[in-house]
């Protein structure tokens, strides 16, 4: 397996060129996803090239869902190197909103990126999400993860748009998550 | 977190691990996950082994009908069959009341059997003349081991052309089976330990008009609490924390599985029903305990009773995602559509599968099913069957991407 092998979506996240600086430094990324479409991969996926061998990240993890076990099971799958991640866990999600915007003044002070999960379909129902609006204006980079219209299926697990401010571009594929590596294509290019 | 083994590749199947013993009435599944039986042998088939310990399964029912009662109850009570301790809530008066109708394993293999075939029949009423050879106490236990042994029997008769020459010593110091015929000295040699991970040992089928046995009711090990008696979450919590604390997940061999029942989590007789983030919290908490136990815990509730934000909320708390539906009675647009309608009792539909570690999301082949009643005995579940309908059909594929689907008709042949 080809640690450096990029896809649509390290294209769209401006990681498919080995830059120094990381790309995503001091940059704030929001990942939505539903509950018939989990984007928990996208988050496997950047923790793997932010914790690349040749990278000398630090990764501070705050997780609300799941066990550190699970993503050190999954990341021990993408990628063969061990790297220690601190960890922090179980919050209360009241004071998110607080807690966001002083990790968003941790990403200017210390140059480094914020990666959050949230899920999209709780404000569906609201007239004004304030705290999905919020979030989706601090972004720089949007990243949104829906199902296909037209149901679930084997091949395509769902599809990606990413909203890449700084670069002012919109792209949006398909995907299928695999055990060790997500695959990406535009639609109808399934390798099925 | 991370050990200091050092690894070649990507993919290395931790040789420490892999045979583990478990406790009866449970089985290993993907990604280091074992799983206990939902009670419904379909529904563990669909869902790829059963439900995942450690796992929270969401169960919205359906206001109009208990559909959500039969899951719980022949999840409840494959538990208790196996010996496994029950914590059950609910917001009954008498919760302890519900166990007497918890259903009652069904009698015997051949009662419970759907179809068989006519071969496999005749194999079987040799190999039952060999019954008066075995123990009596060492039927009972073996059963799963044995019905082995007889489908052997049939091999061996087929194999041989020679009716009833078959033997069978059963070798009880041993744990060893040998099967042998009259020319060759044991054909086969099998050793009852790899077989004693019967499905028998695993879940059973479920005849829903027996009630259970009281002496799987009344054991010691069972917990029950009314929730409508609670004035806030503090109390159902405590007795999960302390139910959940006889499992502690530690990586050696699991003994002993837990179950906990949660009927009708959100109901308006309970005082905490309009505290929609405690309840929230409540169930991030018994996610958070189960997780870290050798336990799974099922939790039914209204959705039509909760705000559409916080259901949704609820939703994404779920591992496994469940819903049920009453079919209406003389729906008749829907008995045109579906085969065998009539022995409908309502739909079963699967939202989510569980995950846990790994990122790859389970694609059912089908996500809605039908819940029937065979004699009116047994919950089945099937994937629904279209009745053909004239005229175009799947109108859905012809419009999406046509250079997809001039490829896809050239390869159906008829």
Known sequence: ??????????????????????????????????????GSFVLHHLLKRSLSPNSSNVTIFISFSQPFSHYDRILRKLCPGEKKFLVAANGSSDYVLDFLHYCRTLTSEFDCSLITLNHEDIYSSED???????????????????????????????????????RNKVSNFHFKVKENVVECFYPGRSRG | MAAAKTRTSTFSRNLSTAAPSH?????????????????????????????????????MEDAEAPHHMLLLRNFMAQGLVLGQPLLYSSPARDPR????????????????????DPDQEKGLRIAWQYKKYFGENQLDGQRGSLSLVYSLFIL?????????????????????????????????????????????????????????????????RIDCLSIQDCPDLSTLQDRCATF?????????????????????????????????WDMLSFIRSLKSMVRSSNSVAILTFPPSLLSP?????????????????????????????????????????????????????????????????????????????????DGSSGTSYGTSGGCSSSSKTGNLDF
């Open chain 1, 1 to 38: 397996m080809n640690q450096r092998s990029s896809n649509l979506l390290d294209e769209a996240l401006g990681l498919d060129q080995v830059i120094e600086p990381w790309p995503l430094r001091g940059r704030v990324v929001a990942i939505e996803d539903q509950v018939e479409t989990s």
């Open chain 1, 128 to 166: 004004r999400p304030t705290f999905l609006i919020q979030m989706e204006y601090l972004a720089d980079i949007l990243i949104k993860a829906e199902p296909l219209a037209t149901g679930l299926a084997t091949d395509v697990h769902g599809q990606l748009t990413v909203l890449n401010k700084g």
């Open chain 2, 23 to 59: 406790g009866p009435g449970l089985k290993c599944g993907p990604n280091g996950t074992v799983f206990l039986s939902s009670g419904i042998p379909d529904l563990d088939k669909i869902l790829g082994g059963g439900f995942p310990l450690g796992s929270l399964v969401m169960v």
């Open chain 2, 97 to 116: 009341g519900f166990l007497g109708t918890l259903p009652s394993p069904a009698a015997s293999k051949d009662d419970k059997s759907r179809e068989r």
């Open chain 2, 156 to 220: 061996l008769a087929g194999l041989t052309n020679v009716n009833a020459a078959c033997f069978c010593f059963l070798s009880k110091s041993e744990k060893r089976v040998t099967l042998s015929t009259r020319n060759t000295l044991s054909l086969f040699s099998l050793k009852l330990d790899a077989l004693s991970d019967g499905k028998h040992e695993y879940s059973n089928e479920f005849d829903l008009r027996k009630p259970l046995e009281r002496h799987f009711i009344n054991g010691p």
């Open chain 2, 244 to 276: 959940l604390s006889q499992f502690p997940r530690n990586d050696g061999s699991i003994s002993c599985a837990g179950r906990i029942a949660i009927q009708s989590f959100c109901a308006p007789q309970c005082a905490y029903s309009n505290m929609e």
């Open chain 2, 309 to 389: 934000s916080f259901c949704k909320r609820w939703q994404h708390m779920a591992d496994t995602l469940l819903s049920v539906k009453a079919i209406r009675d003389e729906d008749k647009e829907l008995a045109q559509l579906l085969t065998g309608y009539q022995d409908m009792v309502g739909f079963l539909n699967v939202h989510k599968v569980a995950r846990i570690n790994t990122q790859v999301p389970v694609i059912l082949e089908a996500t809605t099913f039908s819940i029937k009643l065979q004699k009116r005995r047994y919950l089945v579940l099937e994937c629904l069957n279209q009745a053909p309908v």
